[in-house]
């Protein structure tokens, strides 16, 4: 059973549109760190939130941590082909020993 | 943050051999991990590498098949024993410092013919 329920797990859009990929839980996270993945390469820290209802923007990339801390999202304004790739949450929770626990995974795909 | 190789990135190997993968940190860090992907899919934690001591592995691994070697702060190795196809997966080596986020390898490639 995946601590961290991820969804959708597949998206293909066009580019231009937009995209929302969600990362739920029960548990409480001390914080929740989202990757991007790309083929062949390992993944590749975006940002990491902390706060209960956090809101942090990475260029086009907006993050929110639930106020309370159990779950996030993450939108992407205006896709471009350079945003595909697997997108992954992960977060330490007190279930997890300290330990990463991982979402299943959001493969995004943006078609010119 | 930390620039973290692994050698090698890819390899094809025949079924009943084994493979070392190594990570190797260009700072000293406190917690080093390594993980199990299928492509496409999220990552699974095999072990979490301590330094000196026996390596802490999750349900479903264990060191006869993984074993795994953290001499010091900057460098781990993950063997795979007798592969087997199943066994055919990315390795990741992932490194974590005190209140620091996780960062990852690039990964090996691995094969079992």
């Known amino acids: ?112 | 943050s930390a620039v973290i190789s692994q050698k090698p990135s890819r390899d094809i190997c025949q079924r009943g051999t084994s493979l070392t993968i190594q990570c190797q940190v260009d700072s000293q860090v406190t917690m080093m991990f390594w993980y199990r992907q299928q492509p496409g899919q999220s990552l699974t934690l095999i072990a979490t590498a301590n330094q000196g001591s026996e390596a802490t592995y999750e349900s479903g691994f264990v060191i006869d098949k993984f074993p795994i070697s953290r001499p010091n702060l900057t460098f781990s190795t993950l063997t795979v024993s007798n592969m087997s196809p199943e066994d055919s997966s990315i390795y990741l080596c992932s490194v974590r410092d005190a209140n620091q986020p996780q960062h990852f390898g690039d990964g090996t490639r691995l094969s079992i013919l």
Do not use: M
Not at chain 1, 29 to 47: H, I
């Open chain 1, 1 to 112: 059973t995946q601590l961290l329920e991820q969804s959708p797990q597949f998206l293909s859009i066009q580019e231009g549109e937009n995209l929302t990929v969600y990362c739920n839980s029960s548990s409480v996270f001390s914080s929740l760190q989202w990757y991007r993945q790309e083929p062949g390469e390992g993944p590749v820290l975006l940002v990491t939130v902390v706060t209960g209802g956090e809101v942090k923007k990475l260029k086009r990339l907006t993050f929110q941590f639930g106020d309370a801390r159990k779950d996030s999202s993450l939108h992407i304004t205006a896709a471009q082909p350079g945003d595909t790739g697997l997108y992954l949450c992960a977060g330490v929770s007190a279930d997890s020993w300290g330990k990463l626990q991982f979402g299943a995974g959001t493969q995004v795909v943006v078609t010119p």
